[in-house]
C-alpha cells in the first residue's frame, strides 16, 4: 500500500477524533486541526507518525490554494463597494501598524531582518474563522460594531493578497528595493484590473451559455478547472499560486452559480484546508516551543495589546465612535490562518528561520483563546478607557463623527469632478495598456509561428492596438459628464484647467497607442506620434465605436450584476423610466425667440424639452425649430443630476423634488396633451432586431423620442444612435398617444 493512503488514513482518523472532542468542548476546530497535525507529527513518537511528509507537504499546498479559493467565493467586488470607508482607514491603520510594530518587536528580539519582515505580515492579518465563530457563540454577529468588524476583514483580506506579492518580490531580491518594488505592484494592479474586468466580461457569460449542460458534477470540474487554470496563469505572471486561486473564487462569486459552487466545493475545502492545518500541527517542536517561550508570550502579548489599540484607533480615525472603535479592537485582536500562509511562504522561498513557524503557530493558540474574552470583556474595556481620560475628550471621542466632513465634500462639485477624472482615468488607462500589451506579447508571438510574413502580422498587431485604444477613447475623455458639464457651466474660470485636464487625458491616450506602434512597426518617432494623434482624433471625432463600447459595456454590468440580478424580484429593477425625471420651467426673456435647437439642451447638458404649452396650445415631442416665447411652459426631461447643471447654466434655484417620468405620466389627466412612455420588447422576430437606432426609423415613422434601452434588466440611457439592438432588449419610447397608438398597433415592422 503507498505510503500516502496509509498517512491519510492516520491524519483524518485522528484529526476526526480530536475535532469531535474540540466541538464538544466548544472550541475552534482550527485548533483541533493543529493538535491532531501535533500528534502525527515527527516532534511525537508516541502515536502513529506520518511516513511521507513530502506528499503531504504537497497536499498542504493545494489546501492553500483551496482555502484561498473559498475565500474568494465569500468575496465580491460588491461586497467590497458596500464596505465603506470605515472599513478601509480601519484595516489600513492596521495592517500598517502591526507591519511596523512587528517588525520592530523582531528587531528588539535581535531577529534578522526578513524574520522581523515576515513577522510583521503574520501579525496584521486577523481571523475570519475565528472572528466569526465567536460573534456567533456570543450571539452579537447582528451588532452594528460586528458589521464594521467583517468590512474591515474582507479589506484584510486583498490587503494579505498585496502583502504577499510584496514579501515575495522583497524575498527573492533580500532587499527592499523601492523602484523594484513599486514595479512590481505596478503589474500586480494592471494584471488584477484586467483579469477582473476580461474574466467578469467572458466567465459569466460563458457559463450562462453551458448552464443547460451544467449538472453538479460538471459545473464542479469547471469551477476547480478555472482554479487551477488561474493558480497555473498567476505562476507564469510571476504571481503566488494563492492570488490566482483568490481571483478564480472572487470571479465566480459575481455569478448566479457562487452558491452552487460553493456548496460543491465545500466537502474538498474542508477536506484540504484540513489537511494544511495538520502539516502545519505537524511542524510543531515542543522543544523549540519551550526554548522560544520568552519570544512567543512576547509576540502573544504585542499581538493582543497592539492589535487591539491600533484596530480601535483606525475606527476612531474613521468617524466612528470611542465605543464602536473598542468593541472593534477587542474583535480584532488575534491572528489566524493567513498568518499561516505568509508562514509558508517564507518557509518556501527559504527566507525565514525554521523556528518562527512554531512559534507563530504558539501565539495564534494563545490569541484564539483569548478572543471570546476580550470580545465578552469589551464594555468593561471601554468604560475603564472612558473613565481614564480627561471628561472633555472622552466626550468629544464619544460624540465624535466624520460625517458632517464627509457630506460637507461631497457638495464640493471640483471633488467629484476630480475623483470621477482619476477612477476613470486609471480604469481606462489600465485597459489601453492592457489591449497594447496583450497586442505586443500575445498576439505578435501567436502570429509568428503562422506562415505569414512578419510584415502583414506587424501591421495587424498594430490595428488590433489602435483599434483596442480607440475603442475606449470616448469613454476615457468622459466630456458630457455630468461632473465636467457642471463645472463648464458653472464658472468660466473653470473652463480653462478643465480643457487642461482633459488635454493630458488624450496625450496619455496618445502615448499608450504610440509606443506599442513604435515596437512593432518600427517607424521613425516623429511622423508615427503625428499619426498616431491623427487618427485618435479621428476616431473620437467619428464616433463609429461607440455602439461597440455600449454593447460591450451593458454585457459588463449585466454579467457584474448578474447575482444581484438574479436574486432580486421585478420590483427591485431599477427601470428606465425610474432614472429620469421632469421639471417645469417658465420661458425667461434670456430664452424668448430662440428655436430649440439653438439652446442645444440635448447635447451639452443630455437634457430633452419634451412639451411645451403656450396658453391653451400645447406641443408634444416639439422639433427643434420651435421658437420659444415669453411665458412658455417648459416640460424637460432628463437625470437628476443633468437637470441641476442646467438649472445652474439659467441661474434658477434648485427644485425640492422631481418627479420621475413615470410619476409625471401617471398623473396626467388630458388624453390630447398627454405623453406616453412604454418599453418596446425586442424579441427573435422583432423588425428592431439586429438594427441599429439610426436605421430602425422609429423617430421618424413615429414621431418619438428613444429614451433608451433596457438590456439584461440594465437600463442604458441616450444610447448612441450607432448602437445595435439585440434579442431580448426593451426600447423605451417616449411621444404623444398618436404615436402610442400607431406604434403598438404596426410596430415598426413597415
Given at each position: 500500500m503507498p505510503k500516502l493512503i496509509s498517512d491519510l488514513a492516520i491524519m483524518l482518523l485522528t484529526a476526526g477524533v480530536v475535532t469531535v472532542i474540540f466541538k464538544r468542548l466548544k472550541q475552534p476546530l482550527v485548533l483541533g486541526y493543529i493538535l491532531a497535525g501535533f500528534l502525527v507529527g515527527p516532534y511525537m513518537p508516541y502515536f502513529f507518525t506520518v511516513a511521507d511528509a513530502a506528499s503531504i507537504e504537497t497536499w498542504s499546498e493545494i489546501g492553500i490554494i483551496v482555502l484561498m479559493f473559498g475565500l474568494g467565493l465569500e468575496f465580491n467586488l460588491h461586497k467590497l463597494a458596500s464596505v465603506g470607508g470605515t472599513a478601509i482607514v480601519t484595516a489600513?491603520?492596521?495592517?500598517?501598524?502591526?507591519?511596523?510594530?512587528?517588525?520592530?518587536?523582531?528587531?528588539?528580539?535581535?531577529?534578522?531582518?526578513?524574520?522581523?519582515?515576515?513577522?510583521?505580515?503574520?501579525?496584521?492579518?486577523?481571523?475570519?474563522?475565528?472572528?466569526?465563530?465567536?460573534?456567533?457563540?456570543?450571539?452579537?454577529?447582528?451588532?452594528?460594531?460586528?458589521?464594521?468588524?467583517?468590512?474591515?476583514?474582507?479589506?484584510?483580506?486583498?490587503?494579505?493578497?498585496?502583502?504577499?506579492?510584496?514579501?515575495?518580490?522583497?524575498?527573492?531580491?533580500?532587499?527592499?528595493?523601492?523602484?523594484?518594488?513599486?514595479?512590481?505592484?505596478?503589474?500586480?494592479?494592471?494584471?488584477?484590473?484586467?483579469?477582473?474586468?476580461?474574466?467578469?466580461?467572458?466567465?459569466?457569460?460563458?457559463?450562462?451559455?453551458?448552464?443547460?449542460?451544467?449538472?453538479?458534477?460538471?459545473?464542479?470540474?469547471?469551477?476547480?478547472?478555472?482554479?487551477?487554470?488561474?493558480?497555473?496563469?498567476?505562476?507564469?505572471?510571476?504571481?503566488?499560486?494563492?492570488?490566482?486561486?483568490?481571483?478564480?473564487?472572487?470571479?465566480?462569486?459575481?455569478?448566479?452559480?457562487?452558491?452552487?459552487?460553493e456548496h460543491l466545493t465545500g466537502g474538498i475545502k474542508d477536506l484540504f484546508g484540513s489537511v494544511f492545518f495538520l502539516s502545519v500541527g505537524m511542524m510543531i517542536d515542543p522543544s523549540m516551543l519551550l526554548r522560544y517561550a520568552l519570544p512567543i508570550l512576547i509576540i502573544a502579548v504585542v499581538t493582543i495589546i497592539g492589535k487591539l489599540v491600533?484596530?480601535?484607533?483606525?475606527?476612531?480615525?474613521?468617524?466612528?465612535?470611542?465605543?464602536?472603535?473598542?468593541?472593534?479592537?477587542?474583535?480584532?485582536?488575534?491572528?489566524?490562518?493567513?498568518?499561516?500562509?505568509?508562514?509558508?511562504?517564507?518557509?518556501?522561498?527559504?527566507?525565514?528561520?525554521?523556528?518562527?513557524?512554531?512559534?507563530?503557530?504558539?501565539v495564534s493558540v494563545v490569541t484564539t483563546l483569548t478572543t471570546p474574552t476580550f470580545i465578552k470583556s469589551a464594555d468593561r474595556i471601554y468604560s475603564l478607557i472612558h473613565k481614564a481620560l480627561p471628561a472633555k475628550l472622552a466626550d468629544k471621542l464619544e460624540h465624535y463623527t466624520g460625517d458632517d466632513d464627509g457630506e460637507k465634500a461631497q457638495d464640493s462639485d471640483w471633488l467629484l469632478f476630480l475623483r470621477r477624472y482619476l477612477k476613470r482615468t486609471v480604469l481606462f488607462g489600465a485597459l489601453m495598456a492592457g489591449v497594447s500589451l496583450i497586442g505586443q506579447y500575445v498576439l505578435h508571438p501567436l502570429l509568428t509561428r503562422t506562415p505569414l510574413?512578419?510584415?502583414?502580422?506587424?501591421?495587424?498587431?498594430?490595428?488590433?492596438?489602435?483599434?483596442?485604444?480607440?475603442?475606449?477613447?470616448?469613454?476615457?475623455?468622459?466630456?458630457?459628464?455630468?461632473?465636467?458639464?457642471?463645472?463648464?457651466?458653472?464658472?468660466?474660470?473653470?473652463?480653462?484647467?478643465?480643457?487642461?485636464?482633459?488635454?493630458?487625458?488624450?496625450?496619455l491616450i496618445v502615448l499608450l497607442a504610440f509606443f506599442p506602434l513604435q515596437e512593432l512597426l518600427h517607424v521613425g518617432g516623429g511622423w508615427l506620434l503625428l499619426i498616431v494623434t491623427l487618427v485618435m482624433?479621428?476616431?473620437?471625432?467619428?464616433?463609429?465605436?461607440?455602439?461597440?463600447?455600449?454593447?460591450?459595456?451593458?454585457?459588463?454590468?449585466?454579467?457584474?450584476?448578474?447575482?444581484?440580478?438574479?436574486?432580486?424580484?421585478?420590483?427591485?429593477?431599477?427601470?428606465?423610466?425610474?432614472?429620469?425625471?421632469?421639471?417645469?420651467?417658465?420661458?425667461?426673456?434670456a430664452l424668448a425667440g430662440k428655436s430649440l435647437r439653438q439652446l442645444e439642451w440635448g447635447r451639452q447638458f443630455s437634457v430633452n424639452v419634451i412639451k411645451v404649452t403656450r396658453g391653451r396650445r400645447t406641443f408634444n415631442m416639439p422639433s427643434g425649430n420651435l421658437e420659444l416665447r415669453m411665458g412658455d411652459q417648459l416640460y424637460l426631461l432628463g437625470r437628476a443630476e443633468d437637470l441641476r447643471s442646467l438649472r445652474l447654466s439659467l441661474g434658477i434655484q434648485e427644485a425640492m423634488e422631481l418627479p420621475s417620468l413615470r410619476q409625471f405620466t401617471a398623473g396626467q389627466r388630458d388624453e390630447a396633451t398627454d405623453v406616453y412612455a412604454f418599453a418596446l420588447p425586442v424579441d427573435k422576430?422583432?423588425?428592431?432586431?439586429?438594427?441599429?437606432?439610426?436605421?430602425?426609423?422609429?423617430?421618424?415613422?413615429?414621431?418619438?423620442?428613444?429614451?433608451?434601452?433596457?438590456?439584461?434588466?440594465?437600463?442604458?440611457?441616450?444610447?448612441?444612435?450607432?448602437?445595435?439592438?439585440?434579442?431580448?432588449?426593451?426600447?423605451?419610447?417616449?411621444?404623444?398617444r398618436r404615436m402610442a397608438e400607431k406604434l403598438l398597433a404596426g410596430a415598426p415592422a413597415e
Open positions: 489600513l491603520t492596521e495592517v500598517v501598524g502591526m507591519l511596523l510594530l512587528g517588525f520592530l518587536t523582531g528587531q528588539a528580539m535581535g531577529w534578522a531582518t526578513m524574520d522581523s519582515i515576515f513577522l510583521g505580515g503574520m501579525l496584521s492579518m486577523s481571523s475570519t474563522t475565528i472572528i466569526i465563530k465567536a460573534f456567533d457563540e456570543l450571539g452579537v454577529r447582528q451588532e452594528n460594531f460586528a458589521q464594521l468588524v467583517f468590512g474591515t476583514l474582507v479589506i484584510e483580506d486583498i490587503a494579505g493578497i498585496f502583502m504577499m506579492i510584496i514579501l515575495s518580490t522583497v524575498s527573492i531580491s533580500q532587499s527592499i528595493s523601492g523602484s523594484a518594488l513599486a514595479l512590481q505592484l505596478g503589474e500586480l494592479v494592471l494584471y488584477l484590473m484586467l483579469w477582473l474586468i476580461l474574466g467578469i466580461y467572458i466567465l459569466p457569460s460563458l457559463l450562462r451559455r453551458a448552464a443547460a449542460f451544467m449538472n453538479d458534477e460538471t459545473l464542479l470540474l469547471v469551477s476547480l478547472g478555472i482554479c487551477f487554470g488561474m493558480v497555473l496563469l498567476a505562476e507564469a505572471l510571476g504571481f503566488s499560486s494563492a492570488l490566482g486561486a483568490f481571483l478564480a473564487g472572487s470571479l465566480l462569486a459575481g455569478t448566479v452559480h457562487a452558491e452552487r459552487v491600533i484596530s480601535s484607533l483606525g475606527v476612531l480615525l474613521s468617524g466612528q465612535s470611542l465605543k464602536n472603535a473598542v468593541h472593534c479592537g477587542c474583535s480584532l485582536a488575534q491572528i489566524g490562518e493567513f498568518a499561516f500562509i505568509i508562514a509558508s511562504l517564507g518557509m518556501s522561498l527559504g527566507v525565514i528561520a525554521d523556528y518562527v513557524y512554531p512559534i507563530i503557530v504558539a510574413d512578419d510584415r502583414p502580422i506587424r501591421f495587424l498587431c498594430a490595428g488590433f492596438c489602435i483599434l483596442g485604444v480607440g475603442l475606449f477613447i470616448r469613454p476615457m475623455l468622459d466630456l458630457h459628464s455630468t461632473e465636467y458639464t457642471t463645472l463648464w457651466v458653472k464658472d468660466r474660470r473653470y473652463r480653462l484647467p478643465l480643457v487642461t485636464l482633459t488635454a493630458l487625458r488624450f496625450v482624433y479621428l476616431i473620437y471625432r467619428s464616433g463609429w465605436m461607440s455602439s461597440a463600447y455600449i454593447s460591450a459595456e451593458a454585457r459588463f454590468m449585466a454579467n457584474f450584476n448578474e447575482r444581484n440580478l438574479q436574486r432580486g424580484r421585478d420590483d427591485d429593477i431599477e427601470w428606465l423610466d425610474e432614472k429620469l425625471y421632469v421639471e417645469q420651467i417658465e420661458c425667461a426673456e422576430d422583432s423588425a428592431l432586431r439586429g438594427k441599429s437606432i439610426r436605421d430602425s426609423g422609429l423617430r421618424e415613422r413615429y414621431d418619438c423620442m428613444i429614451l433608451g434601452v433596457q438590456r439584461d434588466k440594465l437600463p442604458i440611457l441616450q444610447p448612441d444612435i450607432s448602437m445595435t439592438m439585440q434579442n431580448g432588449d426593451l426600447v423605451w419610447v417616449l411621444g404623444s
